[in-house]
């Protein structure tokens, strides 16, 4: 595992971006906590963040490269779409399901979509993708909030750590969508 810092990683964007294009495996800082994520629309390195988390059932969310996007791909009202950018997690019905790996969501016909209120979710903008987005930890285990704390089961199976610091944040809270019902989880 590559451990880079902000000011690095935001000098040789373009390099980075191009990895992320590749498949490469990234931790990186949200305005929550610390997730890992790759290309989401790569199953090899979803199925390797799968194993290292030991989370094979449970979908991914992601982060939506914009909200035209989001607007293509899922089913949302314009009043939550203003909760984006932001620290939400929504469950949303898809519109169009091959917008991402089938490893995301195996099965459902949902989609967890953040959109951070961070800068590094403008690279995810600029490499127009969709961006697997969950925290760094086993299944299970407390969430990270900082490089230094990233188990040594998970970095040996990281490209690139993006470090930003010490993140003193919760998780994003959930917003499920999904059904007539609406459902919000702090976590």
């Given at each position: 595992m590559k451990i880079i810092d902000k000011n690095s990683f935001l000098k040789n964007k373009n390099f980075y971006i191009k990895e992320m294009l590749l498949g490469k495996i990234f931790v990186y800082p949200t305005d929550t906590i610390y997730g890992i994520g790759c290309n989401a629309l790569m199953s090899s390195p979803i199925k390797k963040i799968q194993e290292v988390k030991k989370r094979n059932e449970k979908p991914f969310s992601i982060i939506a490269p914009t909200k035209k996007w989001l607007k293509n791909?899922?089913?949302i009202g314009d009043d939550y779409m203003l909760k984006l950018p932001g620290k939400v997690t929504l469950?949303?019905?898809?519109?169009?399901?091959?917008?991402?790996?089938?490893?995301?969501?195996?099965?459902?016909?949902?989609?967890?979509?953040?959109i951070p209120d961070h800068w590094f979710s403008k690279i995810i903008e600029e490499a127009n993708i969709p961006f697997?987005?969950?925290?760094?930890?086993?299944?299970?285990?407390?969430?990270?909030?900082?490089?230094?704390?990233?188990?040594?089961?998970?970095k040996k199976e990281v490209d690139y750590a993006v470090n930003d610091g010490v993140l003193n944040n919760s998780p994003s809270t959930i917003i499920d969508l999904s059904s007539e019902n609406i459902k919000i989880t702090k976590r």
């Open positions: 791909n899922c089913i469950i949303l019905n898809l519109r169009n399901k091959n917008c991402v790996s089938k490893e995301i969501n195996q099965n459902t016909d949902n989609l967890g979509v953040r697997v987005t969950t925290s760094v930890n086993i299944a299970g285990d407390p969430y990270i909030k900082s490089i230094k704390e990233i188990p040594a089961s998970i």
